[in-house]
């Protein structure tokens, strides 16, 4: 076998080594992204409920409510102060209460 064929071969493996080695980092790569993907989607979805959680909490507020007033019941009072600061709201919307968070029931 003459230099120029051992040349030949010798190049012909190192193309089949580079095409699998690139091949292979293709492959890895596609990985990355496909996680890169996965977690950029999650933590937009975490920024979206960030983002609700922190709008729905600025509808929040707090009313003292007297001891006789409180007997009635969260729903009942809840129904009677919109009755009576919203009464086109109640007519219009289906309202419902939601069970608060701790810090916000009544005690």
Request: glycine content about 2%; proline content about 4%; charged content about 40%.
């Amino acid at each position: 076998m003459d230099e120029h064929s051992k040349f030949n071969r010798w190049n012909e493996n190192i193309r089949k080594y580079q095409t699998e080695v690139t091949t292979e980092l293709k492959n890895i790569l596609k990985g990355f992204n496909s996680r890169m993907d996965k977690v950029e989607a999650q933590l937009n979805e975490l920024e979206d409920k960030a983002m609700e959680n922190t709008q729905n909490r600025e509808f929040f507020f707090l009313i003292c409510v007297p001891e006789e007033e409180r007997r009635k019941g969260p729903e009942k009072l809840f129904e009677e102060i919109m009755a009576e600061n919203f009464p086109n709201l109640v007519k219009e919307a289906d309202i419902q209460v939601k069970e608060a968070p701790r810090e916000f029931q009544i005690r």
